[in-house]
């Protein structure tokens, strides 16, 4: 069905579109403000990166440079012997080696690691062989032919050492006030010497991390006494001659640019936290708005509960979730029969009171994952699990038994309508039972529908119940819509026939009339009896033109026979008793049988008995109009459902139709001929015809012809026939 294909295409672009109405916004802002403090975090790290190999690189020129001079001294004056003296002198440490490695000279300790990397500049142009210090390497190649810094442990100690700086200025500003004299500051200085893990030189070890002390300050006072932290590094330096002069390089950072680069940093950080504050709390806001604006969509403001959307959205969801749709479900349309009445007796407030009620009772009684939402007035949309059939009936039963009784001095009703979906299987049923939709393109409100049609069924009574969607009902309901799609193209087409049953005499077997049946050639090879559709156009409209349709008809077709020289008998057409309401029915077959130029005593017009509890008044007036036109009334299907007897009384019927139940079923029998031909009696008095509708054996005939039935219609003489098979019976 392409149909089906299409609609499910619309369906799921509505909910598309809902959805987007639902989350678009916070889950925009969510992802936009995870994105930024990304880029955030990537661009800090980065720019960083790039501000740690630039200084790195330019620390490591600078110790280069100064190592390189003093190689360079080395290199000129190795031969004179004196250099060795000059170069020992300077701050320096190094060591000497041969082409062999060994170690020729050597000033300070000898803390080169033995195994050497090389390095690149960032221009990749310039390489040097470099060494890590044993005792400290914090500064190190990193393999990758540049520098690494352990930051861990780096920062650990400027951490460390800002502590004690804090104390240690704390600890003088107290001895100051104590004490001003110059002996006592030496003393202070001793004291600070002992109490703190580093000693006050030009250039001091913590741990492993030089820190110089600047002595042309005469006052401890904090950071700022403190010039700069140094790593140390060994650079190797072609000394000639196959020899290596590798020099202890110390990497320094000046306290203040530590400090400065901190404090921008811890600037930058904390312009991003607020800023990230500000948006985190804009976010939280909208994700507020959200929920307010989500509980909205899916309030009820009659029930306080869920209302359709909900029922649409989250009920799609159930059945369809990942582990939601190996569950059976089942859509209820649950009606409350009684509202109307209610709140004309009592108020709409009240009215909506008791929905409120009804809807808080049913959420008590279903689970956290199922659904009741408040679908139109006072129908409820629920979405149920079920295990079996039986055992979902009785708890629908159970909350109608509880909901019948809300009300202490009222008796409510309800009725159910259920739809199933099953999960074995992941599909439902459709036209055929051979056809099935996959679950993905089910919809919540197909089921729903369903579940509607199936509570539709109850719809004539009045009374509580429980109707379980079907096969037949589905089938009934397609047969509906292909009725509703066809009839107009139908009488367009000329697919309605017209068949003819006779009526005989049975006193001599003679053709005395006929009466009109409608059939519908709904294909070549198919052909669809009046009980199939007439009901369906009764209560759409068109059975009124189907009426005109067959009045015309036989008129037409019994002028053409006149024309023909046939011998012509009445023919009665049946009209519906939802044609009386119209005042000019009269008027209305006049014209028709005239436009045919028909004789008026050729039509018989049957009015069923049901008919004839309508407006009474209008119906003798238009019986009366016919008879006035000459046309022949009679009552079809007399003692079918309600005796009509005083019907009889007040109508100037001609013709009595005798229903077939007569003749068949538990009536039929002694009690039946008494009935029936006391029913024969009555219409003679009243100066009416008597035909007998469905008789089908000769018994029946022989009986019906004794008590003076006028005649039979049933198939002991014919069966109801095409034009051609009726023609062939009348006589020129
Ligand atoms: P009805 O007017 O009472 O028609 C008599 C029905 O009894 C016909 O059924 C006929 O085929 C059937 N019948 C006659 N003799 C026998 C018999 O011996 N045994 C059995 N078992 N049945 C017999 P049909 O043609 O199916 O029509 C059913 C009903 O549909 C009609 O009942 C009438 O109420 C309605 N109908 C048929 N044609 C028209 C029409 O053109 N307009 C309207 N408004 N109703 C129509
Ligand atoms: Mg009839
Ligand atoms: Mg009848």
Avoid at 518 to 526: A, G, L, V, Y
Wanted: proline share 2%.
């Amino acid at each position: 069905m392409a149909n089906t294909r299409e609609r499910n295409k619309i369906k799921k672009k509505r909910m598309k579109d809902f959805k987007k109405v639902r989350n678009g916004h916070v889950f925009g802002s969510l992802v936009a403000y995870l994105l930024l403090m990304i880029l955030f975090i990537f661009l800090f790290v980065l720019v960083g990166g790039y501000f740690v190999e630039y200084l790195l690189e330019s620390k490591f020129q600078e110790e280069y440079n100064r190592l390189s001079t003093v190689a360079e001294i080395y290199e000129e004056g190795k031969n004179s012997g004196e250099v060795l003296g000059i170069i020992s002198k300077t701050s320096n440490e190094y060591i000497i080696t041969d082409s062999d490695g060994r170690v020729l000279h050597q000033n300070g300790s000898n803390t080169c690691s033995a195994q050497g990397e090389t390095i690149y500049m960032s221009n990749g142009a310039e390489k040097f062989l470099v060494y890590k210090d044993t005792e400290s390497d914090y500064i190190y190649p990193d393999g990758e032919g540049g520098l690494d810094i352990k930051w861990l442990e780096v920062f650990g100690w400027i951490k460390q050492f800002f502590k004690d700086e804090f104390y240690l200025v704390e600890e003088t500003a107290q001895d100051e006030l104590n004490d001003e004299t110059e002996d006592k500051k030496d003393q202070d200085k001793d004291d600070v010497e002992t109490g703190f893990s580093f000693k006050l030189q030009d250039t001091q070890d913590i741990q492993g991390i030089y820190v110089t002390y600047n002595q042309s300050k005469e006052k401890i006072e904090g950071i700022k006494d403190i010039d700069s932290i140094l790593l140390p590094l060994w650079i190797s330096i072609d000394a000639g001659d196959g020899e290596n002069f590798i020099g202890k390089a110390l990497f320094s950072f000046e306290m203040k640019d530590v400090v400065l680069v901190g404090e921008i940093a811890g600037m930058v950080i904390i312009i991003a936290f607020i800023f990230s504050i500000i948006m985190l709390v804009s976010l939280i806001k909208s994700i507020r708005r959200y929920f307010r604006v989500r509980n909205l969509f899916y309030k009820d403001f009659v029930t306080n509960g869920k209302n359709w959307n909900h029922y649409l959205i989250i009920g799609d969801k159930r059945i369809h979730g990942l582990f939601s749709k190996k569950n059976n479900w089942a859509a209820v349309n649950f009606v409350f029969l009684n509202y109307r009445n209610y709140c004309l007796c009592h108020s709409i407030p009240e009215g909506e009171e008791l929905l409120a009620n009804i809807n808080s009772t049913i959420m008590k009684s279903i689970k956290n994952d199922e659904i009741c939402a408040h679908a139109t007035t006072s129908n409820f949309a629920l979405l149920l699990k079920y295990d079996d059939e039986l055992q979902l009936q009785q708890r629908l039963q159970t909350m109608v038994d509880e909901l019948t009784h809300m009300e202490k001095d009222h008796l409510f009703s309800f009725q159910v309508g259920v739809s199933l979906l099953p999960a074995e299987s992941n599909v439902i049923e459709t036209e055929t039972s051979e056809e099935k939709i996959p679950r993905k393109d089910i919809f919540i409100d197909d089921i729903y529908n369903n579940a509607c049609a199936a509570r539709a069924e109850l719809a004539d009574t009045d009374e509580s119940g429980i109707r379980f969607y079907d096969k037949s009902l589905l089938l009934d309901q397609q047969w509906t819509d292909t009725v509703q799609e066809r009839q107009r193209s139908a009488v367009e087409n000329e697919e309605f026939q017209v068949y003819y049953q006779p009526k005989y005499n049975p006193e001599d077997n003679t053709l005395r009339g006929a009466e009109a049946l409608i059939r519908w050639q709904f294909s070549p090879t198919e052909l669809v009896s009046p009980g199939r559709f007439i009901p369906l156009f009764e209560k759409n409209g068109f059975i009124t033109e189907i009426d005109h349709y067959m009045i015309s008809h036989v008129a037409r077709d019994q002028r053409a026979w006149l024309d023909q020289g046939y011998k012509c008998v009445p023919v009665s057409v049946n009209v519906s008793r939802a044609h009386f309401i119209e005042k000019d029915l009269a008027e209305q077959i006049l014209g028709m049988v005239d436009e045919a130029g028909c004789p008026h005593d050729l039509i018989e017009i049957e009015l069923t008995e049901s008919a004839f509890f309508d407006d009474k008044k209008a119906m003798i007036e238009t019986i009366k109009k016919l008879k006035s036109y000459g046309f022949a009334v009679s009552m079809d299907d007399f003692g079918a459902g309600y005796s009509s007897l005083n019907s009889l009384k007040d109508m100037p019927l001609d013709v009595l139709k005798l229903d077939a139940d007569f003749f068949r079923g538990e009536d039929a029998g002694e009690r039946g001929d008494i009935v029936v031909a006391e029913a024969i009696k009555l219409a003679k008095s009243l100066h009416m015809r008597t035909v007998a509708e469905g008789v089908e054996d000769e018994k029946q005939v022989e009986f019906l012809k004794k008590q003076k039935c006028d005649m039979i219609q049933g198939y002991y003489y014919a069966k109801p026939m095409p034009k051609e098979d009726y023609t062939a019976r009348m006589s020129r």
